[in-house]
């Protein structure tokens, strides 16, 4: 079996979480292991939205800021996903938010995750790579810092690009030069939109249909109200 759609953030057990944080002295609201659990499991009652949802992976997120915790995420990661049946596996993350607003180095995330990756291909025999997500939540800079190093690992761990984050904001015009780029060099595209509706949402498929032209449109549930984006994007090969 091949996971071709895992994020670091739900990938990783509250367990590592808790005692990453104690380990670097991050400051938690939660004084015991089972309220900090209360705060990143996915309780039905409280989330109720996307938005509800990505604040609880930003937590995760924080917990996750430095090269060792990254190291170790990932390979948990594909640990879990190997004994859970997986014989590959597609990791999809953000540096720049684990990065305490660009405090450190990119590339030192990035090594580290390989890392943790390499050790779970020794142990265990899973294969593996990963996906540098970009984000609508995000400045522009911090997207082209992260499009440049997934050019610059590409071949080395890194096989493509993604695009997340809140719905409410808009995909911006921008990333049709990354993804046009993405294309051209082999590297995949993934991209996620649709997974909530509102007044754009029919806009914005179509321009990643027409436009951005991905491989996979991750979680993209709003698109069979729009029959014929559908048949468009099945015609174009887009799973």
């Given amino acids: 079996m091949i996971d071709?759609?895992?994020?670091?953030?739900?990938?990783t057990n509250p367990v590592t979480l808790f005692e990453l944080i104690k380990e670097n002295g991050f400051k938690t609201k939660s004084s015991t292991y089972w309220e900090f659990a209360g705060t990143v499991l996915m309780d039905r009652s409280k989330v109720k939205s996307l938005d509800d949802?990505?604040?609880?992976?930003?937590?995760?997120?924080?917990a996750q800021s430095y090269p060792r915790a990254i190291e170790r995420c990932f390979y948990e990661a594909y640990r879990?996903?190997?004994?859970?049946g997986a014989t590959e596996l597609q990791l999809r993350w953000n540096p720049v938010k684990r990065s305490q607003d660009q405090k450190i180095d990119l590339d030192s995330?990035?090594?580290?995750?390989?890392?943790?990756?390499?050790?779970?291909?020794?142990?265990?025999?899973?294969?593996?790579?990963?996906?540098?997500?970009?984000?609508?939540?995000?400045?522009?800079?911090?997207?082209?810092?992260?499009?440049?190093?997934?050019?610059?690992?590409?071949g080395k761990g890194v096989v493509g690009i993604d695009v997340a984050g809140p719905e409410k904001i808009p995909l911006i015009k921008e990333f049709?030069?990354?993804?046009?780029?993405?294309?051209?060099?082999?590297?995949?595209?993934?991209?996620?939109?649709?997974?909530?509706?509102?007044?754009t949402t029919e806009e914005?498929?179509?321009?990643?249909?027409?436009?951005?032209?991905?491989?996979?449109?991750?979680h993209?549930?709003?698109?069979?109200?729009?029959?014929?984006?559908?048949?468009?994007?099945?015609?174009?090969?887009i799973e």
Avoid: W
């Fill in 80 to 84: 879990d996903s190997y004994l859970n």
């Fill in 53 to 62: 949802y990505l604040d609880v992976l930003h937590l995760i997120d924080d």
């Fill in 176 to 199: 049709k030069h990354y993804y046009q780029f993405a294309s051209a060099i082999g590297m995949e595209r993934t991209i996620h939109v649709g997974e909530t509706f509102n007044d």
């Fill in 4 to 11: 071709k759609h895992l994020h670091l953030s739900g990938a």
């Fill in 109 to 154: 995330l990035i090594v580290a995750a390989r890392a943790g990756g390499e050790r779970a291909k020794n142990y265990f025999g899973i294969g593996g790579s990963m996906i540098l997500c970009m984000g609508r939540d995000i400045p522009d800079a911090a997207n082209a810092a992260l499009f440049n190093k997934a050019i610059q690992y590409n």
């Fill in 204 to 218: 914005e498929l179509r321009f990643v249909v027409e436009e951005l032209k991905p491989n996979r449109i991750g």
């Fill in 220 to 237: 993209g549930i709003q698109i069979v109200k729009f029959p014929e984006l559908a048949k468009q994007a099945a015609k174009a090969g």
